[in-house]
């Protein structure tokens, strides 16, 4: 006597497979939609006058699209000024950072040396500390200093906290780099530092430069210490020349929406361009410390 068993109608692992991609799907577009729908809400507006820029029902689009904020924005002296701060204090906070810490990572990495794990902790320390718990002490130095309200303030007090975390990545990058590099190039008769600028930063471009883009997006989107350590115009970035855009009694509107735009471009341009080098550099910082 044959006793057949009848199967259950199911789901295939491979239908399974497929819908598990389609709500992956459907979530990173989600995601991706909640993103980036404020920052499409900031370019259209940043093209609307002011009295458009609340109607209800919202429109993406309207019959007064004009390029009025960019052009008052891009003609005025003033604010032509917050972004030529920006740059002059994130290139020059990147430059010196990227310095500092190619140095001091090729230390940590290759060298032994007295006090070299205290200093490791203090490294960590500092970049475990909140900013805002500092603000207070470093004006307070920086007036001492007679450092307030100069490019050179703001770009010590931010190395301050870009550097450690330079530090450590650019440390770990080493640490995955054979020793043996050294090695041959003493052999050659060359020297530690002939082996750190020869070899080992030339293949350490991911590393490098993911340490960069990452040193100047903080330096140029930094708004506390920037608003604390200047007082005159002539001093204020970006960020602060957007806050000053917000008057007693009106706000200007587009042309926040309009200076947001622009001053989020040289971060994103930074980005798309480096971002092979970025993220590869990131992973491998992050493989051995």
């Known amino acids: 006597m044959t006793i057949q068993t009848s199967r259950r109608p199911g789901v295939s692992r491979g239908t399974r497979t497929n819908l598990a991609r389609l709500a992956l799907l459907l979530g990173l577009v989600a995601g991706a939609t909640f993103a980036f729908a404020p920052v499409l809400w900031m370019l259209s507006s940043s093209f609307k006058p002011n009295t458009q820029i609340f109607e209800f029902p919202p429109r993406l689009v309207t019959e007064a699209f004009s390029f009025d904020a960019y052009a008052r924005i891009l003609t005025d002296p003033e604010k032509v000024r917050f972004f030529l701060n920006s740059y002059i204090v ?46 207070i002490p470093y004006f307070g130095l920086m007036v001492t200093l007679g450092l307030y309200n100069t490019y050179p303030g ?81 001093m204020r970035t970006v960020p602060i020349g957007i806050q000053l855009l917000m008057g007693q009694h009106s706000y200007e509107w587009n042309e926040m929406m309009a200076m947001s735009i622009l001053g989020s471009i040289p971060v994103l341009v930074l980005f798309l361009f480096f971002q092979r080098f970025f993220i590869g550099g990131l992973a491998s910082g992050a493989v051995k410390s």
């Open 154 to 234: 703001l770009i010590l007090t931010y190395m301050v906290f870009t550097l450690p975390y330079a530090i450590i990545m650019m440390t770990g990058y080493f640490n995955t780099l054979p020793r043996e590099l050294d090695e041959a190039v003493r052999v050659d008769g060359a020297g530690s530092w002939t082996a750190l600028w020869r070899v080992l930063v030339p293949i350490s471009v991911p590393g490098i430069v993911s340490v960069g883009v990452y040193t100047f997006m903080i330096a140029w989107n930094e708004y506390l210490f920037a608003l604390t350590l200047t007082k005159t115009t002539d």
């Open 90 to 135: 994130a290139g020059a906070v990147t430059l010196l950072t990227l310095l500092v810490a190619i140095l001091a990572a090729y230390a940590f990495s290759r060298f032994e040396f007295p006090f070299k794990r205290p200093l490791n902790v203090v490294i960590v320390s500092v970049q475990a500390v909140p900013p805002i718990t500092l603000l």
